[in-house]
T-cell receptor
Framework: GQSLEQPSEVTAVEGAIVQINCTYQ??????LSWYQQHDGGAPTFLSY??LDGLEETGRFSSFLSRSDSYGYLLLQELQMKDSASYFC???????????WGAGTKLIIKP | EAQVTQNPRYLITVTGKKLTVTCSQN?????MSWYRQDPGLGLRQIYY???????DKGDVPEGYKVSRKEKRNFPLILESPSPNQTSLYFC??????????????FGPGTRLTVL
């Protein structure tokens, strides 16, 4: 079946670096996306990887290895406002659906 | 301002009373979808639409209906709501369904409680 796995919770210290992993098992692959969702808010887009390698956008970077069906989101210089849930999502080729992970709650301590 | 709007934002209703949650986007997006979000389960797609008059089932379509008569609107209909449909609902839209153009823009969410 199709599934995405990511840790349910990650804790880090303000100013540190944290990595949130995502492994996927889908019948096809059209790119891995990451979204951020603050409590009570809507998900917002962070990054997208279609090819292997690292994509950097400010303090956030996202990595993809298609051969390993694996990706990660890297957050640097953590700030308290980064406390949120982070979701990975994969678009399959069998249909037009976007398959989502269950989300990782990032807890940042001062 | 480019946005996706949903109404109502909050709704408490009773079992069996038909309801509609509206969704509208002003970005001329082709692709629209509805999700429900429940604790520990992430986002699950209910229905999606590739374009006007083109809709298809997502992972959890039972108990829901949708229509796409106009490009900008994609209402979610619960013909006979049940308590297991109590959830947080999001509408989303994107330019296309794949590649960078598949970036989803979400509405603010509708918190539905069915008693």
């Amino acid at each position: 079946g199709q599934s995405l796995e990511q840790p349910s919770e990650v804790t880090a210290v303000e100013g540190a670096i944290v990595q949130i992993n995502c492994t996927y098992q889908t019948s096809g692959f059209y790119g891995l996306s990451w979204y951020q969702q603050h409590d009570g808010g809507a998900p917002t887009f962070l990054s997208y990887n279609a090819l292997d390698g690292l994509e950097e956008t400010g303090r956030f970077s996202s990595f993809l290895s298609r051969s390993d069906s694996y990706g990660y989101l890297l957050l640097q210089e953590l700030q308290m406002k980064d406390s949120a849930s982070y979701f990975c999502a994969v678009r399959e080729d069998s249909n037009y659906q976007l398959i989502w992970g269950a989300g990782t709650k990032l807890i940042i301590k001062p | 301002e480019a946005q996706v709007t949903q109404n109502p934002r909050y709704l408490i209703t009773v079992t069996g009373k038909k309801l509609t949650v509206t969704c509208s986007q002003n970005m001329n997006h082709e692709y629209m979808s509805w999700y429900r979000q429940d604790p520990g389960l992430g986002l699950r797609q209910i229905y999606y639409s590739m374009n006007v008059e083109v809709t298809d089932k997502g992972d959890v379509p039972e108990g829901y209906k949708v229509s796409r008569k106009e490009k900008r609107n994609f209402p979610l209909i619960l013909e006979s709501p049940s308590p297991n449909q109590t959830s947080l609902y999001f509408c989303a839209s994107s330019l296309s369904w794949t590649g960078p153009r598949a970036t989803q823009y979400f509405g603010p969410g509708t918190r539905l409680t069915v008693l």
